[in-house]
């Protein structure tokens, strides 16, 4: 059927609203920039005739489309996607470009010219040459994660309401802040949100479907030294900043890092380091696909630090360990029609389905253990978090036939 694809113009102009999120913020939203683009996207759904559209005090936006089909049994689906954009690198001024019909060929940033898009250094885009890629312009990250996903919710919605003769159930649209900060259904209302099953649009490569994260816990090591004047401290001082010092480097050098693990492998990750003289914080990121391995990881990384604590006496050692989600397989792998209905979906849209997993977390690692089994869709964006995040509208646009064909697939299955 004949469309006019909305995706680019909504990612082109949402890339440009600063939704930045601050991780030492203790506010929900972190940063209350983020509802400029919520109160955007409630305009623009209510233009569309969503009515039952808001956005409620935390920042979160709802919409429904009613079912306009025949069947009374029919479950309700959500398409979710985040507002905010990582701390990692700027999200302030983003000047989106778009490159038609790509070559192949290096992507100079013009803005900083050191920075430099190479299929060498990309592997996916050499994929994508005869594509539309949008970049930012060198001095930004782009911001695809995740308003590519929020812009593929926004076209699918609008196309689903200028084709009535698409039959579907009842359609729930959600947009989160803060998901890059972790906190993305801190305070979501599951009530309100009333659907039974979920899929976030904040995925990558062309065809994919994610069903299996990481499961993830933080670590927080205090170490307490003692204090004494620097001109008098012989045999006296203990430097709490050394302990810590001395916890890190006693990590292992080939293993159990970020840089050097990849597929299901995980790792133990310090990621802030503050203090003093007699007192210093680091806090570390646990992952594992496999969430008994975390207590494992836990126990060996506090068991290095006990180690540096008895080699000089008097200092002491405060830990503490936080949950901040699990690997949502552990609750889609007795669903499986979930990912079966999208990787059907994909076909219909001739797509090649590739099933994958994330080293990393979404919305919907959480929404499925709070109730709402949620795997993840491809939107296209990749280099996420950096100044040469990329995204093909191609790549967009057939997110959005996908979804068109995945509503309909939940019709017609019983």
């Not at 729930?172 to 802040?177: A, C």
Request: glycine fraction near 6%; aromatic fraction near 8%; include cysteine.
């Amino acid at each position: 059927m004949s469309y006019t694809y909305s995706v680019e113009e909504r990612f082109l102009r949402y890339v440009q609203i600063d939704t930045t999120a601050d991780p030492n913020a203790t506010c929900f939203p972190s940063s209350e920039k983020q509802k400029d683009l919520a109160r955007i996207l409630v305009e623009e759904l209510l233009q569309m005739g969503i009515e039952d559209t808001q956005m409620d005090e935390w920042g979160y936006v709802f919409a429904t489309i009613p079912s306009n089909s025949d069947r009374k049994d029919l479950p309700t689906i959500c398409f979710c996607s985040h507002m905010d954009t990582a701390p990692d690198c700027s999200g302030t001024n983003v000047k989106p470009i778009v490159h038609r019909n790509y070559t192949g060929a290096p992507i100079v940033l013009p803005d900083d010219p050191s920075q430099v898009i190479t299929i060498e250094k990309h592997a996916y885009l050499a994929s994508k040459i005869g594509d539309d890629i949008v970049t930012a312009s060198g001095l930004t990250l782009l911001g695809a994660d995740d308003k590519a996903g929020v812009a593929i919710i926004m076209d699918f919605a609008q196309f689903i309401q200028t084709h009535p003769e698409v039959k579907h159930g009842n359609i729930r649209i959600l947009f989160t802040p803060d998901e890059e900060v972790g906190r993305g259904v801190e305070h979501l209302d599951m009530n309100r949100l009333n659907a039974d099953y979920g899929y976030t649009l904040d995925g990558g490569p062309l065809g994919d479907i994610e069903d299996e994260t990481f499961s993830a816990d933080a670590v927080k090591m205090t170490f307490h030294g003692i204090s004494a004047h620097p001109g008098y401290a012989k045999n006296k001082m203990v430097h709490s900043m050394k302990l810590a010092a001395a916890l890190i480097d006693s990590l292992p050098k080939d293993s159990w890092s970020p840089e050097t693990t990849s597929g299901r492998e995980g790792f133990v990750h310090p990621v802030a380091i503050e203090g003093g003289l007699e007192s210093t914080t680091v806090q570390f990121i646990i992952r594992d696909h496999d969430t008994s391995k975390l207590a494992e990881y836990e126990a060996k990384l506090k068991a290095l630090a006990e180690q540096v604590i008895e080699a000089h006496p008097g200092a002491h050692l405060d830990c503490s360990v936080t949950e901040q989600y699990r690997n949502m397989k552990e609750i889609l792998k007795d669903l499986p029609f979930v990912c079966d209905y999208a990787v059907e979906a994909m076909k219909s849209a001739g797509i090649e389905p590739k099933r994958a997993i994330i080293r990393g977390g979404t919305d919907g690692s959480r929404l499925s253990f709070m109730g709402l089994p949620c795997p993840n869709i491809f939107t296209g964006e990749m280099a996420i978090h950096s100044r040469h995040e990329y995204v093909s509208i191609q790549d967009m646009q057939k997110a959005v036939d996908t979804l068109v064909a995945l509503i309909q697939i939940w019709e017609k299955h019983p």
